[in-house]
T-cell receptor, first 115, second 112 residues
Framework: DTGVSQNPRHKITKRGQNVTFRCDPI?????LYWYRQTLGQGPEFLTY????????KSRLLSDRFSAERPKGSFSTLEIQRTEQGDSAMYLC?????????????FGPGTRLLVL | QQQVKQSPQSLIVQKGGISIINCAYE??????FPWYQQFPGKGPALLIA?????SEKKEGRFTISFNKSAKQFSLHIMDSQPGDSATYFC???????????FGEGTQLTVNP
């Protein structure tokens, strides 16, 4: 499968714990996005990378959230000191930006439940 | 502030019927409008997309109609099938931007 992959697919954690999610984009895609989706809502943008540079962060991305994309390949999203409000589906998407046009392809998501 | 408003929230259609989902936007800088389909437990999958230089785009049973002056666009699913039962999201993006701004979604149920 050459699509976007995310691991783990599900994560249950206790409030206050740290969690880390991984996203592997489609090969050669230079942009990588993180979105959060809560039940019954559309995805909301969190942050994105172009190659290894993090170019934009949403106001939704509190200080407890950090994302990295070392070497411009896979990306990790870490949530420190999780809160119950962090429970959501975390979606990764990748794209190849070319002539200012792109199509974002989404992965299956990581569903986080904070108890 | 909801930048992309989607309606209806839910839609029930008989097999073979036409499903119509509408979206409206406020940001005139938006110039790319994709529709995504999402099944339970899966990530959104791109269905069809349009840019404002055309008023309609058709791919198979799926058609986007776009009204730039009204700042509205809609998805039409012809000959709806039970397999089309999913949640549909409209979205929008600025040329100079990166993020997709999504509508709230429409849960479509196609009865056999």
């Amino acid at each position: 499968d050459t699509g976007v992959s995310q691991n783990p697919r599900h994560k249950i954690t206790k409030r206050g714990q740290n969690v880390t999610f991984r996203c592997d984009p489609i090969s050669e895609h230079n942009r990588l996005y993180w979105y959060r989706q809560t039940l019954g809502q559309g995805p909301e943008f969190l942050t994105y990378f172009q190659n290894e540079a993090q170019l934009e962060k949403s106001r939704l991305l509190s200080d407890r959230f950090s994302a990295e994309r070392p070497k411009g390949s896979f990306s990790t999203l870490e949530i420190q000191r999780t809160e119950q409000g962090d429970s959501a589906m975390y979606l990764c998407a990748s794209s190849l930006i070319r002539l200012n046009q792109e199509t974002q392809y989404f992965g299956p998501g990581t569903r986080l439940l904070v108890l | 502030q909801q930048q992309v408003k989607q309606s209806p929230q839910s839609l029930i259609v008989q097999k073979g019927g036409i499903s119509i989902i509408n979206c409206a936007y406020e940001n005139t800088a938006f110039d790319y409008f994709p529709w995504y389909q999402q099944f339970p437990g899966k990530g959104p999958a791109l269905l069809i997309a349009i840019r404002p230089d055309v008023s309609e785009k058709k791919e198979g049973r799926f058609t986007i109609s776009f009204n730039k002056s009204a700042k509205q666009f809609s998805l039409h699913i012809m000959d709806s099938q039970p397999g089309d039962s999913a949640t549909y999201f409209c979205a929008a993006k600025e040329t100079s931007g990166s993020r997709l701004t999504f509508g709230e979604g429409t849960q479509l149920t196609v009865n056999p």
